[in-house]
């Protein structure tokens, strides 16, 4: 018999299908996390629905394709909430809920025999209906969940449209007199993404202003580069810049010099857009002396070695190439990378593989995360990264056995080492300042794609906002509030991309979606809708020990977008920078502060919004310098041109401030806020008799810049 060739063909094989028919059906749930990938578990459910002769499996493949669309659905309509456990928890949801739906119908059709009828009478319906009402139900079943999911997965324009809306021109915002550098001039398309298809002619000219009387001067002596035609591609592409087949494809690099000091201003003129276009200011004299050069950066951002996008070499090459930044850290989550091994080895080699010395900056980084105490991404100034233990709160749970790791590792590695918080007033992850060691936690994020933190979010001077607030307002969270705590901080931005564009994320766009390259496995694209920022440094040249020791010591300013001010504040000559310190002789000695401001004349990215051209070629130089002293605002300039310089002097009493109200008793301690499970001795919350001043800068056009603070004392 077991050799009967009749017995063989007729053999039931369906049964060793059985196991790999549910593990494949546990899989298609398990994509609910694939962001647009989850189009795999609606494929796999549509084909249970559609090829299952069970009737229970075609049942569960229409759950399981209805399920992963309601998924798609519900995280884009609620994009201020955590993705990631939006989706694990509606999707848990789903699961258990059906499961226990089963189970009850089951024990209910054995033991009713009402339910036994009822479920006769539905088979007797469906075998009743005609074959094209079969045929419609069956298709509506299997449209549905395709069309749901197409409608928030899948957009046409960021497919297809590539064409050139505005251009961005980049220059260094210090360069020597007489000195070669280089001008990049890039073509966008409405979603801030390179062009592929740009063809336009481009002229380039010069507008100067004095370096002492700000005043704009005709007589610039400078090579500028001649008139350029640009070659493309005849179709467009969302990664134009991953195009290397000799062509421009959007992106032109140029060389010029200037021989006249001053402030200057690179502008274009485009034959397609047929609209002017400023570059950002580059300052041009004789530097001679330590931490004058001014470089950019982006020192929090991620990668698919956690839930970012991107491999770190097409990272880097973003980086460096497109976004033009001068220094970066990838800062991938040791929590994702604990379980993916060799991924820190990866990121380690990655990182030193991409430094190039006085070229581009990179510094090895890791984000550890802790939801009772705050976020903190850790950079180091070395050729090391921290990979024992890996800074995951699974191995180092809490913000005493982080600062120990951080011991640990720079007394071995003779390195240095920063802590970095960020998004502090979210709810998800609101930082508890009174657990920060200031041995590392020297500058602090204000800004970046979850929006600005300097205030609480419904602090009245929080224009920008911020996603994920919580419930009430919450003191003790923003940074301003830790300033008034008495922590010695410089504000700093970043971007914390996840969509693998560093120092220019496009999350802000519609460009975050799913299909855009690089492709990404997790949903943090979706609670991005602002744009990420960037920070300066002061430093005397570009190699990982300056620019550390620069980040290091606050010597920085930052801004909100892509966009590169200049913004240098001091009072009585003193900067932002190594202490930040002033000391006069009574409370009431004069404090003359000094701002000195050149606008980026570049278009501005805003929540949810690309940057657009300026309608004349004109950019929008209306702004307001904003003189915040002990967290309230003191002062507000409106000026209209793009190069100025703002004096005015404070001799009200020095008398410092106190976040001692604030704080909260709760069963016979205190604490700053109900999130915090620190007890503290309120009285020691305060500036120590210190006020404290910090610029922040607010365009008409809606970019925001940030230094300080300043520190005073008599």
């Known amino acids: ?183 990049t001039v890039e073509a966008w398309d409405a979603f801030e993404r390179v062009s592929a298809i740009y063809k336009g002619r481009i002229n380039f000219s010069v507008i100067s202003y004095n370096l002492s009387t700000y005043e704009k001067f005709d007589t610039t002596i400078a090579d500028l580069p001649e008139p350029y035609t640009f070659t493309g591609q005849l179709f467009g592409s969302d990664m134009a810049y991953g195009i290397l087949d000799g062509k421009d494809n959007g992106i032109h690099h140029f060389s010029a010099t200037i021989n006249s000091t001053g402030i200057h201003y690179i502008t274009v003129f485009d034959s397609v857009t047929k609209n002017s276009y400023y570059s950002n200011p580059v300052i041009v004299r004789n530097f001679t002396t330590q931490n004058s050069m001014i470089y950019w950066g982006d020192i929090h951002t991620h990668s698919h070695l956690s839930d970012g996008s991107g491999l770190p070499n097409e990272h880097f090459y973003y980086a460096e190439n497109v976004a033009r930044l001068d220094f970066n850290a990838l800062t991938d989550h040791g929590e994702i990378m604990l379980f993916s091994p060799g991924s820190l080895d990866f990121l380690e080699s990655s990182t030193n593989r991409f430094h190039k010395p006085n070229d581009f900056v990179t510094f090895h980084g890791i984000e550890w995360t802790n939801v009772d105490t705050g976020h903190y991404v850790c950079i180091f100034s070395g050729d090391q990264l921290l990979k024992n233990p890996v800074l995951s709160y699974m191995t180092v749970p809490t913000t005493e056995a982080l600062w120990d790791a951080l011991d640990d590792f720079t007394n071995q590695t003779n390195s240095k080492a920063l802590a970095l918080p960020h998004h502090t007033t979210k709810k998800s992850y609101i930082q508890d300042w009174t657990q920060i060691n200031p041995k590392y936690v020297r500058i602090a994020e204000v800004t970046s794609v979850h929006g600005e933190c300097l205030f609480e979010q419904r602090h009245e001077l929080n224009y920008r906002g911020a996603i994920d607030p919580p419930p009430t307002y919450t003191h003790g969270s923003s940074v301003i509030d830790a300033f008034s705590m008495g922590f010695r901080m410089t504000m700093y931005s970043s971007s914390d991309e996840h969509d693998g564009h560093p120092g220019h994320s496009l999350s802000h766009t519609r460009a975050y979606i799913g299909h855009q390259r690089p492709y990404s496995l997790w949903h943090t694209r979706n609670e991005h809708p602002y744009p990420g920022g960037i920070t300066a440094v002061f430093a005397s040249n570009l190699t990982r020990e300056s620019v550390f020791d620069s980040l290091y010591q606050g010597r920085i300013f930052s801004s909100a977008d892509h966009g590169r001010p200049i913004l240098m504040f001091d009072i009585n000559n003193v900067g932002v920078g190594d202490g930040s310190t002033v000391t006069v002789s009574d409370e009431t000695s004069p404090r003359n502060i000094s701002v000195f401001l050149a606008q980026d004349g570049s278009p501005v990215a805003l929540k949810s919004q690309s940057a657009i051209a300026h309608s004349n070629g004109i950019p929008n130089w209306n702004v307001s310098v904003e003189i915040i002293k002990n967290g309230a605002l003191w002062k507000t300039i409106d000026i209209s041109a793009p190069v100025a310089n703002i004096t005015i002097s404070d001799t009200e009493p020095i008398e410092g401030v106190s976040f001692e109200e604030y704080c909260i008793e709760r069963n016979g301690n205190f604490y700053i806020n109900q999130y915090s499970n620190n007890p503290i001795n309120p009285s020691t919350l305060n500036t120590q008799g210190f006020d404290y001043y910090l610029i922040r800068v607010i365009g008409d056009n809606g970019r925001t810049s940030y230094t300080g603070p300043i520190w005073v004392e008599y």
């Open 1 to 183: 018999m077991k050799n009967d060739p009749k017995n063989i063909s007729t053999y039931d094989w369906s049964k060793w299908w059985r196991i790999p028919r549910v593990f494949l059906y546990l899989f298609g749930f398990f994509t609910y996390f694939w962001y647009f990938w989850s189009f795999i578990g609606l494929v796999i459910g549509l084909l249970y629905f559609i090829a299952a002769k069970d009737l229970a499996w075609k049942r569960n493949g229409i759950i399981l394709s209805l399920s992963i669309s309601f998924v798609s659905l519900t995280i884009y309509l609620f994009k201020g909430y955590p993705p990631l456990t939006f989706a694990i928890w509606s999707g848990l949801f789903i699961i258990l809920g059906y499961t226990f739906i089963l189970l009850i119908y089951e024990i209910l059709k054995r033991k009713s025999r009402k339910i036994q009828i009822f479920y006769q009478k539905l088979e007797r319906i469906w075998k009743d209906w005609s074959h094209y009402s079969k045929q419609f139900t069956k298709i509506s079943f299997i449209l549905f969940p395709i069309v749901s999911w197409c409608a928030v997965n899948l957009d046409l324009g960021v497919m297809f449209d590539n064409y050139p809306r505005v251009l961005w021109i980049h220059a260094p915002s210090t360069a020597q007199v007489g000195e070669d550098f280089d001008i």
